[in-house]
């Protein structure tokens, strides 16, 4: 008798033989089909087993390899600890203070100052994370950050700043324990990784695997679980000394933190907060309370870039849009026409969008925070500024600071990095963008001004390129050095590293 699997196909044959009395009747061969029936599930269970088990080994292997790609090597750790003092430009004893600039500080500063802001809130000595642990995280976490337009390694280390600076902030701090400002900079410092520089509606519409993994919150549950793997490597596990209580804590209060910064969980949970600061009834030993309030703290932090001084605020918003038009060209090559604030065409509506992003998401959270701490004060008032500044460029805006309006595109080849000492030259471009519209036909201004902001918004890209090729041509000496054909490329590859490592970035995130 056929022995079948679900697909009804034959995978067996079984044969009844000698029946000690009487010969097989109609009955004997019911109980018998019934048998290979259950010999059929039984051998399909043990080939998808098997099939499992094979899965799940390719996976482990799979996993490995990915583990030693993206987190930071040992020579990586050497290389930064290794670095002469006479080679860092950055205050950083004033980290803490929101005019501490973390827009265009080195590469390599932000990694020995993220490391500061872990001793400064007492994790380090309180967790006993070792040095070289914590600076290998900090490089891992660095790593896995793709070189997208916005959402890279830069925005992290600003968003970790303007949160590290809120924290040091009374009441804040003291109503707050380690353990909670600890989860806080680790939240703030992974909350993007493996951008991809588009949002979650892009990956539902897209039918992107990731919308098949999560429901709601899509690309904040993919930052979670980068954060978590790298977290939990062998060698990257800054609370490795915790106890079991206090790591079950920590991983609670970074899943809050992190899906926190998803504006549509924001949206819905905002009024709550707003309500506890009207009525004064906010208490800081209500655990509910202070979920909110963490909340918001998350969203202010995310999108401090708009309490930034004018001349750097400016610059990261038309960087932002550059990469929402990146997305809205992609949306067009499958037929959906992108939304306004991803269209590239309706570039001279930027200061109209920023004032409505302003006035719905950014005045709402900042207003009641500092009615609520009013240490967080300057942060509001920084934000009105900038929006008085937009509100003056309404109707008179023609582009990225460029005579080529409405054209503005991702340059690949741009190998310069911007000075920031043309942050006043940038700015009078834009105050004077009529002048340099009407020049646009045969003057070389306006292509100057364009090259210009490709500039900077390269720079990050060029840089990760810079780092990935250095670290392909490491390898290549290595392996030619086994086989005996290893000349002098070491040198040569040491001073590319050198220099790459002391260019300053000037994207602004």
Same mark, same amino acid.
């Given at each position: 008798?056929?022995?079948?699997?679900?697909?009804?196909?034959?995978?067996?044959?079984?044969?009844?033989?000698?029946?000690?009395?009487?010969?097989?009747?109609?009955?004997?061969?019911?109980?018998? =089909?019934?048998?290979?029936?259950? *010999?059929?599930?039984?051998?399909?269970?043990?080939?998808?087993?098997?099939? +499992?088990?094979?899965?799940?080994?390719?996976?482990?292997?799979?996993?490995?390899?990915?583990?030693?790609?993206?987190?930071?090597?040992?020579?990586?750790?050497?290389?930064?600890?290794?670095?002469?003092?006479?080679?860092?430009?950055?205050?950083?004893?004033?980290?803490?203070?929101?005019?501490?600039?973390?827009?265009?500080?080195?590469?390599? =500063?932000?990694?020995?100052?993220?490391?500061?802001?872990?001793?400064?809130?007492?994790?380090?000595?309180?967790?006993?994370?070792?040095?070289?642990?914590?600076?290998?995280?900090?490089?891992?976490?660095?790593?896995?950050?793709?070189?997208?337009?916005?959402?890279?390694?830069?925005?992290?280390?600003?968003?970790?700043?303007?949160?590290?600076?809120?924290?040091?902030?009374?009441?804040?701090?003291?109503?707050?324990?380690?353990?909670?400002?600890?989860?806080?900079?680790?939240? *703030?410092?992974?909350?993007?990784?493996?951008?991809?520089?588009?949002?979650?509606?892009?990956?539902?519409?897209?039918?992107?695997?990731?919308?098949?993994?999560?429901? +709601?919150?899509?690309?904040?549950?993919?930052?979670?679980?980068?954060?978590?793997?790298?977290?939990?490597?062998?060698?990257?596990?800054?609370?490795?000394?915790?106890?079991?209580?206090?790591?079950?804590?920590?991983?609670?209060?970074?899943?809050?933190?992190?899906?926190?910064?998803?504006?549509?969980?924001?949206?819905?949970?905002?009024?709550?907060?707003?309500?506890?600061?009207?009525?004064?009834?906010?208490?800081?030993?209500?655990?509910?309370?202070?979920?909110?309030?963490?909340?918001?703290?998350?969203?202010?932090?995310?999108?401090?870039?708009?309490?930034?001084?004018?001349?750097?605020?400016?610059?990261?918003?038309?960087?932002?849009?550059?990469?929402?038009?990146?997305?809205?060209?992609?949306?067009?090559?499958?037929?959906?026409?992108?939304?306004?604030?991803?269209?590239?065409?309706?570039?001279?509506?930027?200061?109209?969008?920023?004032?409505?992003?302003?006035?719905?998401?950014?005045?709402?959270?900042?207003?009641?925070?500092? $009615?609520?701490?009013?240490?967080?004060?300057?942060?509001?008032?920084?934000?009105?500024?900038?929006?008085?500044?937009?509100?003056?460029? $309404?109707?008179?805006?023609?582009?990225?600071?460029?005579?080529?309006?409405?054209?503005?595109?991702?340059?690949?080849?741009?190998?310069?990095?911007?000075?920031?000492?043309?942050?006043?030259?940038?700015?009078?471009?834009?105050?004077?963008?009529?002048?340099?519209?009407?020049?646009?036909?045969? =003057?070389?201004?306006?292509?100057?001004?364009?090259?210009?902001?490709?500039?900077?918004?390269?720079?990050?890209?060029?840089?990760?390129?810079?780092?990935? $090729?250095?670290?392909?041509?490491?390898?290549?000496?290595?392996?030619?050095?086994?086989?005996?054909?290893?000349?002098?490329?070491?040198? $040569?590859?040491?001073?590319?590293?050198?220099?790459?490592?002391?260019?300053?970035? *000037?994207?602004?995130?």
């Amino acid at each position: 008798m056929p022995i079948f699997d679900k697909e009804k196909e034959i995978i067996g044959v079984a044969q009844l033989i000698n029946k000690q009395h009487g010969s097989f009747s109609h009955n004997d061969e019911s109980l018998f =089909e019934a048998f290979a029936v259950f *010999c059929g599930l039984g051998i399909q269970a043990v080939k998808l087993h098997e099939e +499992t088990q094979r899965f799940a080994n390719r996976a482990k292997v799979t996993m490995e390899v990915l583990s030693f790609h993206s987190q930071a090597s040992e020579s990586d750790v050497k290389r930064f600890f290794g670095r002469p003092e006479g080679e860092i430009t950055t205050d950083i004893a004033s980290i803490s203070n929101f005019s501490f600039d973390a827009v265009s500080i080195a590469i390599p =500063e932000t990694t020995r100052c993220v490391m500061q802001m872990f001793h400064q809130i007492g994790a380090v000595e309180e967790f006993r994370i070792p040095q070289q642990v914590l600076c290998r995280w900090v490089l891992s976490i660095q790593k896995n950050y793709r070189p997208v337009t916005y959402h890279n390694w830069r925005h992290a280390f600003s968003v970790t700043h303007s949160m590290f600076s809120m924290i040091e902030k009374e009441p804040i701090k003291s109503n707050l324990s380690k353990l909670q400002r600890f989860s806080l900079l680790i939240a *703030c410092l992974s909350h993007d990784l493996d951008h991809r520089g588009t949002n979650n509606a892009f990956q539902k519409n897209t039918n992107h695997a990731l919308s098949q993994l999560y429901s +709601t919150s899509i690309m904040e549950h993919h930052h979670l679980d980068q954060c978590l793997m790298i977290l939990n490597t062998e060698g990257n596990n800054i609370a490795s000394n915790l106890s079991l209580k206090q790591y079950e804590r920590l991983v609670q209060y970074i899943e809050i933190h992190i899906l926190a910064t998803d504006l549509a969980t924001y949206l819905q949970r905002r009024n709550d907060y707003f309500e506890l600061v009207a009525t004064g009834t906010f208490a800081w030993d209500n655990d509910d309370h202070l979920k909110m309030f963490l909340s918001m703290l998350m969203t202010a932090a995310d999108i401090s870039a708009i309490t930034r001084p004018w001349e750097l605020q400016h610059r990261v918003a038309e960087v932002v849009y550059a990469e929402f038009y990146e997305q809205g060209d992609k949306e067009r090559e499958i037929g959906v026409e992108p939304a306004p604030l991803l269209d590239r065409t309706k570039v001279d509506n930027l200061p109209q969008l920023q004032l409505g992003f302003i006035d719905f998401i950014c005045k709402p959270v900042y207003e009641n925070l500092y $009615k609520h701490i009013a240490a967080l004060r300057p942060l509001f008032d920084q934000m009105m500024g900038n929006r008085d500044k937009w509100e003056a460029l $309404k109707g008179k805006y023609h582009g990225f600071c460029s005579a080529a309006t409405s054209l503005i595109s991702i340059v690949e080849k741009h190998k310069e990095t911007c000075d920031l000492n043309e942050k006043d030259e940038l700015l009078e471009m834009t105050m004077n963008h009529e002048k340099a519209k009407k020049e646009e036909d045969g =003057e070389k201004k306006g292509s100057d001004h364009h090259e210009f902001v490709s500039k900077i918004i390269m720079s990050n890209q060029e840089e990760d390129s810079k780092r990935r $090729k250095l670290e392909q041509e490491r390898k290549a000496l290595q392996i030619s050095k086994k086989l005996g054909s290893y000349k002098n490329k070491s040198s $040569k590859s040491n001073k590319n590293n050198n220099n790459a490592l002391s260019s300053a970035i *000037c994207i602004i995130v």
